[in-house]
């Protein structure tokens, strides 16, 4: 019996940052969506549904990760899902701002190949889980 695929919503303005962790995934097993700001996001969660986790830029055009979390969490049917915030603000402020918002985790980009983001995802999922 095969298993359903883990489905992550990526929500990231870098293309090439977006692609490279999107390679990683995928070739871990996972289902990707991609999203190149928060209002693409937002279209792609009413469009495909619930997803297992949000990796979540803050700094992004037209719809900021702030103001998409935001969104997401005051919607019962997303509410629950959890949420990296994946960014280069590394401000103490910002990473209270964020965890105070209802993000389980807030990594900063620069600190983490996409390999370790993939295993802080599986982590904090297995976590939830047990």
Known sequence: ??????????????LMLCDMYQMKFT???FDVWKGNNGIEGLKLLNEKGVPDIILLD???PQ??????????????AWKDVPVILLTNLGQENDVK????MGANDY???ANFTPAQVVEKVKALLTSIKS
Do not use: Q
Request: hydrophobic share 45%; charged share 25%; net charge negative.
């Open 1 to 14: 019996m095969a298993t359903t695929p883990i489905k992550v919503l990526l929500v990231e303005d870098d």
């Open 27 to 29: 070739s871990e097993g």
């Open 58 to 60: 803050v700094i992004m």
């Open 63 to 76: 719809m900021d990760g702030f103001t998409m979390l935001g969104k997401v969490k005051e919607n019962t």
């Open 97 to 100: 701002r964020g965890i105070a």
């Open 107 to 109: 990594l900063v980009k």
